[in-house]
Each structure stands twice: as C-alpha cells, then as structure tokens.
C-alpha cells in the first residue's frame, strides 16, 4: 500500500502491513529525505533480524497518511529493508491499531487467541 510521509517535505513510500511489527517501519534515507535525522534519535528499539538483534532508531513523523486516513505525531523505526525487498518499509500495529476496523477485528478474535 501506499503512505505518505510529511515533515518538510511529503514523501511516498510502499509499505507493506505487518501485523507482527509492533512499530511502522522506514528506511533510514526516507526519514532523512522529509527532515527527520534518526542519527540524533534519543530512542532506539531492538529488532530482531534473519542475522542478528539490531537496535533501531526511533524517530516521531509529524504526520503520516495511508488508508485514507492521516495520522499525527506516528513513531517510527528507522531501518533498512534488504535491496531486493519489494516495499519500502512496514506499516506496523502502532498505526493499525487506530484505525476502528483493525480494532473490531482484533476485539472479535480476541477471545480466540487467548
């Protein structure tokens, strides 16, 4: 799916929704592109990789629309996906979880998952 990112300047990337990311995921070039600098991230989250745990930085992006829906202030892990990765990045359930029929899906197969 598609989302825009804006700070500076919008920017659009691919995203692909990952119900297993607790957090939006972006590449780091994306975040520097629209004026976020994960360099100077006070936060960072551990990941965990085919390869290693890597920990992330975490940067807030004032705003971010997908779905038809816009989105304040989202926190997102910057980190870079493989080359080949078909998506820029991962729409993650910090996102998700706001929009009302993510929320009354998870409600009805709650009781299921326990």
């Given at each position: 799916m598609h989302?825009?990112?804006?700070?500076?300047?919008?920017?659009?990337?691919?995203?692909?929704?990952?119900?297993?990311?607790?957090y939006t995921?972006?590449?780091?070039?994306?975040?520097?592109?629209?004026?976020?600098?994960?360099s100077i991230a006070t936060r960072r989250i551990p990941i965990v990789t085919v390869s290693a745990v890597e920990y992330t930085p975490v940067v807030t992006i004032p705003m971010l629309t997908c779905?038809?829906?816009?989105?304040r202030a989202v926190e997102v892990a910057c980190h870079d996906l493989p080359p080949?990765?078909?998506?820029?990045?991962?729409?993650?359930?910090?996102?998700?979880?706001?929009?009302?029929?993510?929320?009354?899906?998870i409600e009805s197969i709650h009781s299921y998952l326990l």
């Open positions: 989302a825009q990112l804006f700070h500076r300047r919008p920017l659009l990337l691919r995203l692909l929704v990952d119900t297993g990311a607790t995921m972006i590449p780091m070039k994306a975040a520097m592109a629209i004026g976020c600098d994960p779905l038809g829906h816009p989105f080949q990765s078909a998506v820029d990045g991962l729409l993650g359930l910090n996102v998700l979880s706001q929009l009302a029929p993510f929320r009354a899906f």
